[in-house]
T-cell receptor
């Protein structure tokens, strides 16, 4: 494909709703990252996958956040019972190999929780 | 704890002037440092990384371990350099810690 694809581009949710954000990385990329970017801030690490294995989820802010990558390609970030503080841009990035290689970012999903 | 500080939220310079975007980091190990850039309506992309010691679009950055800095420099700014710039620290093989970003505005 042309790059990392994220959908939806925008998501508006009522407080308490569950949302699912999708990331389609570049084909063949081993590593996949999720970041949360609040307004005026840099991206903050949420979780990391190497193929289908979630090797690091230390950045997930609460147990309402869950991510999966069952077949080692497409990943979904799920947020249960959304809160207003979850409003942010959620960025997905992938890289061909492990550490040291550059990250390719998607355009992000802008989540607004009302 | 790992930390990246970009002290300037906004930096405005005139076209042709030198530009320096500051980045300081805090990390007890051996850091991997990067500059990422986001042009208007585009996605975040890698500009350069210290390990490559390369110059991209006229930009350079030198890792100064003594001052724990990785400032981004360009001798003559161009209008197309206007963008959001993020300094990032890579550590523990899979984490990248981003600074809060500096918006560079190059005036004609």
């Amino acid at each position: 494909g042309a790059g990392v694809s994220q959908s939806p581009r925008y998501k508006v949710a009522k407080r308490g709703q569950d949302v699912a954000l999708r990331c389609d990385p570049i084909s063949g990329h081993v590593s996949l990252f999720w970041y949360q970017q609040a307004l005026g801030q840099g991206p903050e690490f949420l979780t990391y996958f190497q193929n289908e294995a979630q090797l690091d989820k230390s950045g997930l802010p609460s147990d309402r956040f869950f991510a999966e990558r069952p077949e080692g390609s497409v990943s979904t970030l799920k947020i249960q019972r959304t809160q207003q503080e979850d409003s942010a841009v959620y960025l997905c990035a992938s890289s061909l190999v492990l550490f040291g290689e550059k990250l390719f970012f998607g355009s992000g999903t802008q989540l607004s929780v009302l | 704890a790992q930390r990246v500080t970009q002290p300037e939220k906004l930096l405005s310079v005139f076209k042709g002037a030198p530009v320096e975007l500051k980045c300081n980091y805090s990390y007890s190990g051996s850091p991997e440092l990067f500059w990422y850039v986001q042009y208007s309506r585009q996605r975040l992309q890698l500009l350069l990384r210290h390990i490559s010691r390369e110059s991209i679009k006229g930009f350079t950055a030198d890792l100064n371990k003594g001052e724990t800095s990785f400032h981004l420099k360009k001798p003559f700014a161009q209008e197309e350099d206007s963008a959001m710039y993020y300094c990032a620290l890579g550590y523990n093989f899979n984490k990248f810690y981003f600074g809060s970003g500096t918006k560079l505005n190059v005036k004609p």
